[in-house]
């Protein structure tokens, strides 16, 4: 998961759709900062405050892209020390902000709200708190190993909740279901008169 987060974190992609390319020391950008908490990591009511926002972006400033590639402004980071969900973060440049990911990655908050989604795509939209533990057990166990996705996934796979009768196609689309999506996808428009005479 760390490597995952570290390869988003970088991504031209993300630096610029996320304004991380005008995070800099005169005027910090937030966007990623919390972004990378509330969708990535922790989850909306997980592990940080505003001061953690503000304090991330500043670790984040010069955080940029050349030539279609990550690259580390130093000119442009706030320079000196971070407090950091409670933690003194020394001044560093572009580790700063990599000690940060790796707190967030290692959270028992991040450990939790993965979980909880990747089970709510395999299993059920609302997930048993008993698999959700094992499988936030495992995300924490193994994360240093080179698996540790899949050690998840197995703890998920194999799981009772998953075998469960109550589950049983309860991830799977119905053809009305799938119809509806697919026209919902495809933007298509019309007053739907038709919908019902789709062969799935």
């Given at each position: 998961?760390?490597?995952?987060?570290?390869?988003?974190a970088?991504?031209?992609?993300?630096?610029?759709?996320?304004?991380?390319?005008?995070?800099?020391?005169?005027?910090?950008?937030?966007?990623?900062?919390?972004?990378?908490?509330?969708?990535?990591?922790?989850?909306?009511d997980?592990?940080?405050?505003?001061?953690?926002?503000?304090?991330?972006?500043?670790?984040?400033t010069?955080?940029?892209?050349?030539?279609?590639?990550?690259?580390?402004?130093?000119?442009?980071?706030?320079?000196g020390?971070k407090?950091?969900q409670?933690?003194?973060?020394?001044?560093?440049?572009?580790?700063?902000?990599?000690?940060?990911?790796?707190?967030?990655?290692?959270?028992?908050a991040?450990?939790?709200?993965?979980?909880?989604?990747?089970?709510?795509?395999?299993?059920?939209?609302?997930?048993?708190?008993?698999l959700?533990?094992?499988?936030?057990?495992?995300?924490?166990?193994?994360?240093?190993d080179?698996?540790?996705?899949?050690?998840?996934?197995?703890?998920?796979?194999?799981?009772?909740?998953?075998?469960?009768?109550?589950n049983?196609?309860?991830k799977?689309?119905?053809?009305?279901?799938?119809?509806?999506?697919?026209?919902?996808?495809?933007?298509?428009?019309?007053?739907?008169?038709?919908?019902?005479?789709?062969?799935?």
């Open positions: 998961f760390r490597t995952l987060l570290d390869i988003s970088k991504s031209p992609a993300m630096l610029i759709y996320l304004d991380s390319i005008l995070n800099v020391r005169s005027d910090a950008n937030e966007n990623y900062a919390r972004e990378v908490m509330e969708l990535s990591t922790c989850g909306v997980g592990c940080y405050t505003q001061d953690d926002v503000e304090s991330l972006a500043e670790m984040l010069g955080w940029q892209v050349r030539n279609d590639a990550f690259f580390f402004n130093a000119s442009a980071h706030t320079l020390s407090i950091f409670g933690v003194t973060i020394p001044e560093g440049g572009v580790e700063q902000g990599n000690t940060a990911l790796d707190m967030l990655a290692n959270h028992s991040t450990a939790n709200y993965i979980c909880f989604k990747l089970i709510q795509v395999f299993v059920s939209d609302t997930p048993d708190a008993g959700i533990a094992r499988c936030a057990n495992t995300f924490q166990a193994a994360a240093n080179n698996d540790q996705i899949a050690q998840v996934l197995r703890t998920i796979l194999t799981s009772p909740e998953f075998n469960n009768s109550a049983f196609n309860g799977i689309k119905s053809p009305v279901e799938f119809a509806v999506s697919m026209v919902r996808s495809l933007n298509a428009q019309g007053n739907y008169e038709n919908l019902s005479l789709i062969h799935i």
